[in-house]
Every structure is written in C-alpha cells, then in structure tokens.
C-alpha cells in the first residue's frame, strides 16, 4: 500500500504536488474546470498543514514555440485562485533560477504553481521521455512530492516518475488514493462476469487495451466508430461508415483469439449525411448503400441490455456513437441507463464517456467515475502504474 499525503507530516516543508491541470482552453478561457476541482482536496489539505506548495502539470503537447503561447497554465492560476479562495502565484519558467528563486520565497501555507511542464519538450522532450537533468532539477525544488494526477500515472515522465524516484519522501495525494481504492474495491473479489464496454472512434488507439481486454474480461460489447472496422472484418458491409482499413487483420485476429465473448452489433443506426433529422436501421449487421453508420441499432441495445443485466462488474471508455447529436445518441443513452440499473459494481473512464454520462444523467449513479482514461485502462489490466509504483510505500 501507498503512502497517502495524510501519512506525512507536511509543516514547514517545500511540497511539489503533480496535478493534473490539462484542462480544455479556448481563447484563453477554460471550457471545463472539472480536473481542477477534482485536484482542490489535496491542495487544501497542504495549505491546511502549513505546507509550501509547488504545482506542476502538463498542457496539450508542445511542439512549437507557438504552442507555448496558446498552452500557458496562467488562466489556470488564475481560476484555481478562485475556486481556492486563496492566493496563487504563477511562475512563468519551468527550471530556471528564477523558478528556485520563487520556490525559496514560499511562506508557510502559500501556492505557487508552475508553467506548463511540457514547455520542456521543445528541449529533445525532456519532460515525456524523463530527462534525469530535468528530474534532478524539480526534485531540487521538493523535500516532499505527492503525485495527483492519475490520469498521467501511466506515463513516466520527468515530473512524476522523474521527482519520485529521487525525492526524499513521497506519497499519492487523496484523489490518486480514491482512484486506486475504486479499482483495488472492483477486483477485490475477482467479480465475474466482467462486462467490458468498448467504443469511440479508433481501434488504433485501443490496441494493447483491447489485446489485454480480450484475455481479462468475460464479455466485450463492442460499439462505436470502431465497430465497423470488426463488422467489415466479419465480412459485413459498411457503405460510407468510418473504417481503418489497416486494422483489419488486427480485428479479424483479436475476435478469432480472445478467451472474452466479443460481441459487434446486430444491426446500425445509419444516415446518409450529418444534415439528417431521423436515422433509419439495417436490417441486419449490413450498412445500406449510400448510408454510414452513427450508432448500435435497436436490436443491438436490447442485445447489450441483456448481457449487462447478468453482470458483476462492469467498465465503460468510448461513447457507442455520435452522441453530440440526437440521431446517434440512443445506443449510449440506453446502454448507460441498463449499465447504472443494472446492479453491478461500475466504472467509466474517458472525457467523452464523462461527457456522455453527464448529458444523460446518469454520471450520479456510477460507482466510481475514473479521471484518467489510459491510466485507468491499464491499472484496471495491469493493476500497476508506473507513476504510482514509483510512490514510497507505507
């Protein structure tokens, strides 16, 4: 078991906290403060403690030098202040002396948080590839690291595994602790049957997920953009419904090898164009000439209903289809409803299943709703993150 923040004394000492503050901004305004809010507990707990707080997050990624200024955390700063009620400086540099400096003139209790740490990257990526340089020189800042931010703690990057594996003492603040404890509480038990669902865009993005999926869980429903890809690797037609071409053998392999029932629609909500008011529905796993596939159709939510019905466990990343829009909504609407009255114990992970969870109500009534999609992929497979596994023990 992990240190926790709350197993160390905090007064007095110089404390570097990794949030994760990778929030949507648009025009230098924040479209959603939800993971500034989810990091607000700890940070109150280390102002409580008379701890000099030093934040560090990631923005985007930085390739250029015109991504600096379109992924400065200072409208962050300054909505953190707000949400806090209390003071926030900003430092504009991510490892010079005047950084240090900043750090060195902390008052017991007061806030600094730091320009966006993947400014660094411009520096051959020493921020994603771990940089020692870089390691030694924000562990410099820090007699004590918490890390925070669970949706980065698959990644071993310079700020999280980079300061952990050097500092003196470190621990995972409350909000990695209330992740790790919905997913140690999941599989306790080794709950059968492990209903996965499975949707978004791309398969390309979900391919050790799924090769790790298809050996772990009972069942895979299947949904998405990406469920065309399987149905044309079944030999189903998809008219003008999105396909990667590329994965087809992948597909074809993973449902031929997987020890977990994998399950692709029956049949599809499908229209000719993003102008249409109404969808219409195959009549069979096919999509019509002329028409792309939105949605699971009606026969394949009924479907989906059933094995979730029987489940024990379930977890949700990727919306089942164009659910922005009235005419490829139904499928994750219906799902999401039977998954959250289903009486399994549930997880959802993913801004856009969030999102979806959020606009049918039913956000609320999940068990544990996870801040990181990736992460929570591969703790929920590999019960082990880099990131956390770097974290002292108690």
């Known amino acids: 078991m992990k240190k926790t923040i709350k197993d160390i004394n905090l007064n ?55 991504d600096k200024a379109k992924k400065s ?17 900003f430092a504009p540099q991510t490892s010079d002396q005047t950084l240090v400096e900043a750090v060195d003139n902390l008052k017991n209790g007061e806030v600094l948080l730091v320009e966006n740490t993947r400014y660094e990257d411009l520096n051959e990526k020493a921020e ?44 995972v603040g409350l909000l990695v602790e209330k992740e790790l404890n919905a997913f140690d509480t999941a ?35 299947i949904g998405g953009a990406m469920a065309y890809t399987f149905l044309k690797a079944k030999g189903f037609e998809i008219a003008k419904s999105l ?49 792309m596939g939105i949605d699971i159709g009606p026969k394949t939510i009924d479907l989906y209903k059933k094995h979730l019905a029987t489940a024990k466990l379930v977890y949700w990343n990727g919306p089942l289809g ?17 998954m959250v009255s289903s009486g399994a114990y549930t997880i959802i992970g993913g801004g856009d299943t969030i999102a979806a969870s959020e606009k049918f109500n039913f956000k609320d009534k999940i068990n544990h709703v996870s801040t990181g999609g990736g992460a929570s992929q591969e703790y929920l497979l590999e019960r082990s993150l880099p990131a956390i596994e770097a974290i002292q023990d108690k």
């Open 12 to 66: 007095d000492k110089k404390v570097v906290i990794r949030v994760d503050f990778n929030v949507p901004i648009k025009d230098g305004i924040i479209q959603s403060n939800e993971r500034i809010i989810a990091a607000l507990p700890t940070i109150k707990y280390a102002i409580e403690n008379n701890a000099k707080i030093i934040l560090l997050s990631h923005l985007g990624r930085i390739k250029t030098e015109e």
């Open 73 to 89: 955390l200072k409208p962050v700063a300054i909505e953190l202040a707000r949400l806090l009620g209390h003071k926030v400086y």
């Open 128 to 171: 994603s590839k771990n940089a020692s340089w870089l390691g030694e020189k924000w562990v410099s800042l820090a007699d004590i690291f918490i890390n925070d931010a669970f949706a980065t703690a698959h990644r071993s990057h310079a700020s999280n595994v980079g300061i952990s594996s050097r500092v003196n003492e470190s621990a």
């Open 187 to 221: 599989f306790a038990g080794d709950i059968h049957p492990f209903v996965a669902i499975v949707g978004g865009a791309k398969v390309k993005d979900k391919i050790s997920y799924l090769t790790k999926l298809s050996q772990k869980a009972d069942k895979i429903l």
């Open 243 to 291: 396909v990667e071409d590329e994965h087809i053998e992948f597909a074809k392999e993973l449902m031929a090898t997987s020890k977990a029932e994998f399950i692709i629609p029956l049949d599809n909500a499908m229209v000719e164009n993003f102008d249409a008011t109404q969808p219409s529905y195959s009549k069979d796993q096919n999509v019509e000439k002329g028409k």
């Open 322 to 338: 164009v659910f922005e829009l009235p005419f490829g909504e139904a499928g994750t609407r219906e799902i999401g409803l039977a």
